[in-house]
């Protein structure tokens, strides 16, 4: 059974739906993972599907060292999707702005407890801060509400 995940990286100036919104989670700077550009050499990461497997740059990344917080809000339709909304820092902020910058038209991945949750490819500059993944699994968003809420 194939799950589909959705993603949308956006500026979000008035994206907030009227869904169910969870308490704000401030992220650990500790916490290992983040946003990564897809390499011919790297580290490899496998998705949440296991036959698909990734070569990303580590040293490129924006890691969650440049993230401040993160919301799970609920879908307000039945069935619907989930939700989370990640703000990064100042600092991050302005590397995510030139990160997508840098990779218009290209693959990138969310790197979540060792695990690429969706690679979308960027469409546009985002000079937000701000960025909403959506997902349909509820599997998925249980983990990544786990790891987040985690206290390391």
């Known amino acids: 059974m194939k799950t589909k995940i959705l993603i ?8 907030w ?7 704000l ?3 650990n700077p500790g916490k290992e993972g983040g946003i990564y550009e ?3 050499q790297g580290k ?9 497997t990734y070569l990303l740059n580590p040293s490129t990344c924006i890691s969650f060292a440049d993230f ?10 039945e069935g619907g999707s989930y939700r989370f909304i990640f703000k990064l820092n100042e600092t991050g902020t302005l590397k995510f702005k030139e990160f997508t910058q840098r990779n ?7 790197v979540v407890n060792n695990k690429v949750i969706v690679a979308p490819v960027i469409q546009e500059v985002i000079p937000s ?4 993944i959506s997902m349909s699994d509820p599997q998925y968003v249980e983990e990544i509400k786990e790891y987040f809420s985690k206290k390391e």
């Open 104 to 110: 218009l038209g290209k693959q990138v991945c969310l």
């Open 44 to 52: 490899e990461y496998t998705s949440y599907n296991p036959e698909q």
């Open 8 to 15: 949308v990286f956006t500026s979000l100036l008035l994206l």
């Open 38 to 40: 897809i390499a011919n």
């Open 68 to 77: 401040e917080s993160v919301q799970q809000e609920d879908s307000p339709y």
């Open 25 to 27: 989670m401030k992220i």
């Open 129 to 132: 801060g701000l960025l909403s």
């Open 17 to 23: 739906g009227c869904g169910r919104k969870y308490p």
